[in-house]
């Protein structure tokens, strides 16, 4: 570097009191403001009106002194020796944060109307993560900011650079290319496969309202009988009359839904180049997305038994979400075969080998007892409604039989779901599987963590369970409840993330 | 994708033999956190404690405020009693490659950070630790808000000695 500028501790530019004063004066008459309109509504007197004034005098005095303060306490400077950007600000509560070169996503400015008139811009140093990452420098001259950002960037690529030439070496291989083209037979597929939910609701309010027809039919009649009998074919008639409603509404749910399928993945295709994956798809606005392998973070495949019939499975996957804020970070490709899904993974996980071994982890008993008393919930309420109040106007076997029904079924679910949850642990990568009817299967490459969590609540600490969560850039994977054997796989997976050098995004 | 090296190697991994982050031995941070944490306790109950006290005022009989001022005792109590254990449960550890975090009594959280997954460190100080004379430590990854870590009350600096040490393992480590 030839210049060692900002080496010493930076003050903003003397214009910045002006806009501190400006922006907490503003602050605090947002606060205030109700208050104000009040005392003046209420028809003050003289002698409150002096005060009134006397005080606001006081505290435009107060936030000057703050903003002047604020402004001296508000210190910048570049460590050369640490290569880090280092910011120090706060009077009350003191915020020190250190930024080295290589972690620097990005530098910009911004400029708001304010900021336009007393001409100074924000120097906005963004890092990888959420928004309150960033560091904001609020009044910079121009001429500071155009220095500033030259260097911060120069320090940065200058830092980046050896690794990118090594990668550029490995993308200088070459691969084979594929295409492939989700055809609007599939796309109908997808839209009538994904409805079953939906389709399932109606079935249930279709039930409900029959039967409450019948209900206040049978309540009106229950005297004569003779009448009853009369009115029969009237019940029938309605009934029917709800079937042919029922057709139509699960026709119209499955043509929207349809619809909907077709606006968000028409003409999808899925390209893979040299060293990226473009996806492309939509009617209305035509998303286009390119996969790098360095930049996946998590993979999730899931289908249901209907849509594994039909050879389709949705790949959701999530990407490191730093680089473009307004790029979408998580991407969901649906219809795909099973030979695509294998082709992407092999694309995507190209540098994997076969796994020495293979790790199974279930989660203990107590989470599925939690999931049935959760699942309990929803009865509970159901019962306590129909119970105390008149809300749920039906006769005590109904409620018996609907009780009955749903606990089944809902402990059967529950059963049969946490069957199915494991976590899986091989050389390189982790993967979950979960659900009993829509499959899931998440997968991570063990070196792409960023921290993992161990947490125990106070009554785990008996049967020696924990709930672990790893944290990636592009989501959390969770897995509840499981052994405490699991710890020596932690450490394996921190191994692998510490010795790794490859590049995590 | 990772370049390959010259001399790289692939043994299997014997993994009962990898270090072992339950294991550590933890700092534990400065107790003046105790009083950080009773103090603002103590507002929150005093403020609750003058709200309890105009309603008795103005609308509620001698039973209800009974009956409520019991409920928010032993409620202040059981915290005054977790700010204890949460102080007794805080610990923090470096090692080389990484920087563990645990806290927590009753709801125990352990989180390790690798040093070539941070992207920067910073100290903060509150108004309270400015009184105490205590500084709170921020390690910040990519990985979302579940991933950060703060290490509340070390001395101020403890606090700089080991942000220096973590801006230094993270430029190191990385290339």
Redesign the interface.
């Known amino acids: 570097m030839n210049t060692e500028a900002y080496n010493t501790a930076q003050r903003q530019s003397i214009a910045g009191i002006l806009l501190i004063f400006i922006s907490s004066l503003y602050k605090l008459v947002k606060i205030f403001w109700a208050m104000g309109a009040y005392l003046l509504l209420s028809g003050p007197s003289k002698t409150t009106l002096i005060y009134t004034a006397v005080g606001l005098v006081i505290v435009t005095g107060l936030t000057l002194i703050y903003s002047y303060v604020y402004y001296l306490k508000f210190l910048f400077y570049i460590d050369y020796e640490r290569e880090e950007f280092v910011l120090e600000k706060g009077i009350f509560s003191t915020e020190n944060s250190a930024i080295p070169f290589d972690k620097i996503q990005q530098v910009y400015f911004k400029r708001s109307i304010l900021q336009r008139v007393i001409n100074v811009y924000s120097l906005v140093i963004d890092t990888a993560g959420s928004n309150q990452k960033e560091v904001e420098i609020k009044a910079i001259s121009e001429n500071d900011a155009n220095r500033l950002s030259e260097i911060l960037l120069k320090a940065k690529s200058e830092k980046v650079e050896e690794n990118q030439i090594e990668e550029e070496r490995v993308e200088a291989e070459d691969p084979e290319v594929w295409t492939h083209k989700v055809d609007i037979l599939t796309l109908l597929k997808i839209g009538i496969s994904t409805n079953y939910l939906r389709g399932l609701s109606l079935v249930f309010a279709f039930v409900v309202s029959i039967y409450n027809r019948i209900n206040t039919y049978f309540k009106d009649r229950i005297e004569d009988v003779e009448v009853y009998f009369s009115q029969f074919s009237g019940v029938l008639q309605s009934i029917g009359y709800l079937v042919s409603l029922f057709v139509v509404l699960l026709l119209l749910s499955i043509t929207i839904t349809i619809i909907e399928v077709f606006i968000k993945y028409y003409g999808l295709k899925i390209q893979q180049t040299k060293d990226k994956l473009e996806v492309e798809m939509g009617l209305k606005t035509n998303t286009k997305v390119s996969l790098q392998p360095r930049r996946l973070q998590l993979m999730r495949i899931s289908t249901n038994p209907v849509q594994k019939r039909f050879n389709l499975y949705e790949a959701q996957i999530s990407l490191s979400s730093s680089e473009n804020e307004l790029q979408k970070n998580k991407i969901k490709i649906p219809g795909l075969g099973k030979e695509i899904v294998k082709k992407i993974k092999s694309f995507l996980y190209s540098n994997s080998s076969a796994s020495q071994f293979k790790t199974t982890f279930k989660p203990d008993k107590l989470l599925l007892f939690r999931k049935i008393s959760l699942a309990m919930v929803p009865a509970l309420i159901f019962l306590v409604l129909w119970y105390f109040t008149a809300l749920v106007n039906l006769q005590i076997w109904a409620v018996l039989v609907l009780a009955g029904l749903y606990i089944f079924a809902a402990i059967a679910l529950q059963i049969f779901s946490f069957k199915a949850r494991k976590l899986i642990f091989t050389e390189d990568f982790l993967q979950k599987k979960k659900g009993f009817w829509n499959k899931t299967e998440e997968t991570l490459e063990l070196f792409k963590i960023q921290s993992i969590s161990v947490k125990q609540p106070i009554w785990y600490r008996r049967k020696n369970l924990v709930n672990i969560v790893f944290h990636t850039a592009g989501g959390d994977l969770k897995f509840y409840a499981v052994s405490n054997d699991i710890l020596r796989y932690i450490n394996y997976v921190l191994y692998k993330a510490e010795v790794s050098k490859g590049n995590w995004m | 994708?990772?370049?390959i090296d010259e001399d790289f190697s692939n043994e299997?991994?014997d993994?009962?033999t990898?270090?072992?982050?339950?294991s550590v031995a933890f700092s534990s941070v400065s107790s003046r956190y105790l009083i950080k944490m009773n103090i603002q306790t103590g507002i929150l109950m005093l403020v609750l404690f003058i709200m309890l006290g105009v309603l008795w005022f103005f609308q509620l009989n001698q039973l209800q405020t009974g009956i409520i001022l019991g409920i928010i005792s032993m409620a202040f109590i059981f915290r005054f009693w977790n700010n204890y254990k949460l102080l007794q449960s805080l610990g923090y550890a470096l090692r080389d490659?990484?920087v563990i975090y645990k806290r927590g009594?009753?709801?125990?959280?352990?989180?390790?950070?690798?040093?070539?997954?941070v992207?920067?460190?910073?100290?903060?100080?509150?108004?309270w630790?400015?009184i105490l004379g205590i500084s709170s430590l921020n390690i910040?990854?990519?990985?979302?808000?579940?991933?950060d870590?703060t290490i509340p009350a070390l001395d101020p600096e403890m606090a700089v000695r080991l942000?220096?040490t973590i801006?230094?393992k993270?430029?190191k480590d990385?290339?």
């Not at chain 2, 990898?18 to 339950?22: A, H, K, R, S, T």
């Not at chain 2, 910073?122 to 108004?127: A, D, E, K, P, T």
């Open positions: 994708m990772d370049p299997q991994l993994l009962a990898l270090p072992q982050y339950e490659k990484d009594f009753i709801f125990n959280k352990s989180t390790i950070i690798p040093f070539n997954r992207q920067h460190a910073s100290i903060s100080r509150g108004i630790d400015k910040f990854t990519a990985g979302g808000s579940g991933s870590i942000k220096e801006a230094v993270i430029s990385e290339y």
